[in-house]
């Protein structure tokens, strides 16, 4: 099995190459990502819990789900294909902003992304690899924001910074955005 690529960019999203996802990481290369988050039919949001072993992250809350574009991929077709790895369901996804962020993680590796947002809605249950997912919750937008404040070491690094972009787009009632 050939290793993952990732696409790289430069900061106005621009691609300018291609790197294996791990270096990508361990070299803090700037490379795009994306977040999904799906709701349910009274507006809460569904949580997974990564994966215990994750190679960063592993353990902590998060979107819906999330990854990188392979070069030659759009955006949108990785985040539905993700969609149908980790939680085994497919819907209709809509682009709902962008944000940049670097996060160091103690193993030493580095999140360092053009994370394009995506919202979807899922009627029913997901179905989730549990080599992906440990875990799911639906909650509501206001709960997850207060929780956020109160314990931010259950939730993974992009989680907040996506959900201020969601909670920005048009698509989204805003509660008004964590701090």
């Not at 490379?31 to 819990?49: C, E, I, K, T, Y």
């Not at 590796?109 to 947002?117: A, S």
Request: with cysteine; proline share 6%; glycine share 8%.
């Amino acid at each position: 099995m050939t290793e993952e690529r990732v696409i790289l960019v430069n900061a106005a999203d621009q691609e300018i190459g291609a790197a294996e996802k791990v270096a990508a990481h361990r070299d803090g290369l700037l490379h795009r990502a994306f977040s999904v988050f799906l709701d349910d039919r009274d507006g809460q949001l569904l949580l997974q819990r990564r994966a215990l072993h994750k190679y960063h992250s592993g353990g902590l809350w998060s979107n819906a789900c999330c990854g990188h574009p392979r070069p030659g991929e759009s955006t949108a077709d990785a985040a539905r294909r993700r969609l149908r790895e980790e939680l085994g369901v497919e819907t209709t996804l809509t682009p709902a902003g962008t944000f940049t962020y670097r996060a160091e993680f103690a193993n030493g590796l580095v999140e360092h992304e053009v994370d394009h947002v995506f919202m979807g809605r899922l009627d029913g249950e997901p179905r989730p690899d549990s080599r992906e997912v440990a875990q799911w919750q639906w909650m509501a937008v206001s709960a997850l924001i207060a929780d956020l404040e109160v314990h931010p070491g259950r939730y993974s690094a992009w989680l907040k910074p996506a959900l201020v972009a969601l909670l920005k787009s048009p698509l989204r009632n805003n509660p008004g955005p964590p701090s």
